[in-house]
């Protein structure tokens, strides 16, 4: 505690004066975090996300429960150092300051197959009248394709592999 004696004097030499006392307590608050929120990624895509937190005693470095699929360093950038597979992974983010305190909060990365199938070979068809139609259609994913559907049943059936082919005379 300091006992300070503040006066003040006008320019007829007129003084007047107060006392008051100044306290100085240590910081003993953790960090706050100023971001953070929950991400949401395409199944294959890259995570990159500069989380940030505030500390009147300067931030020291960031930490990550999860060393094994993401990294984080001391500027708070995250992102994962394997391939992720569509799941979602739940974060524990550690701030501490130059003091040694440090706080902690918990995010997701949800992990999503977002992307549509993409066809590899499909082809118009012109045939003769009286020709059966037979075409193997074949699709790629990110993750895998699951089955193909046709709109005119009433006509062609496709299979889940892909092999079209009409049920009726055309």
Not at 30 to 38: G, W
Not at 56 to 69: A, G, I, K, Q, R
């Amino acid at each position: 505690v300091y006992d300070l004696n503040i006066s003040v004097n006008d320019t007829s030499n007129n003084t007047n004066y107060s006392i008051i006392w100044v306290n100085v307590t240590a910081d003993v608050s953790p960090p706050e975090f100023t971001n953070m929120d929950n991400q949401t990624i395409d199944f294959g895509s890259i995570l990159g996300y500069d989380i940030n937190a505030t500390d009147p005693n300067n931030l020291s470095c960031f930490e990550v429960n999860d060393t094994t699929t993401f990294q984080i360093n001391c500027t708070g950038f995250l992102e994962n150092i394997t391939a992720l597979s569509i799941a979602t992974y739940w974060l524990n983010i550690t701030v501490n300051d130059t003091l040694g305190y440090n706080t902690s909060d918990i995010i997701f990365v949800n992990v999503t197959d977002g992307s549509a199938p993409t066809f590899t070979n499909i082809n118009n068809e012109s045939l003769e009248l009286g020709v059966a139609l037979t075409q193997d259609i074949n699709a790629t994913d990110d993750v895998a394709v699951d089955c193909f559907t046709v709109n005119d049943t009433t006509n062609f059936q496709i299979n889940c592999s892909g092999f079209l082919e009409n049920i009726t005379a055309l």
